[in-house]
């Protein structure tokens, strides 16, 4: 199936794409959220149902990526 791009979020240090594929899982669509952080492109951050709640973590997971990046931890690419 082809993802359709939603949205793109833009927050400190990158953009936050959401994407919807049009299934569906007890009425709600499937989203997923990716994100380019610092450059790198590709952070797949979650995929799954979605509410308010999973959009405040995948914001959290990307800053946390984010600030990886920015101390110098190489190991955040092997994830």
């Known amino acids: 199936m082809t993802w359709k791009i939603l949205a793109r979020h833009k927050f400190l240090g990158g953009t936050i ?3 919807e594929n049009g299934e569906y899982t007890d009425g709600i669509a499937v989203r997923r ?3 380019t952080i610092r450059g790198w ?3 797949k951050l979650y995929e799954g149902k979605t ?3 999973i959009f405040q ?3 959290e997971k990307a800053k946390k990526i984010r ?3 920015d101390s110098g931890d ?3 690419f092997e994830e």
């Open 17 to 19: 794409s959401e994407s």
């Open 33 to 35: 959220y990716t994100a």
């Open 41 to 43: 492109r590709n952070w």
């Open 51 to 53: 509410s308010d709640e």
């Open 57 to 59: 973590q995948v914001i």
């Open 67 to 69: 600030d990886r990046i």
């Open 74 to 76: 190489e190991s955040v």
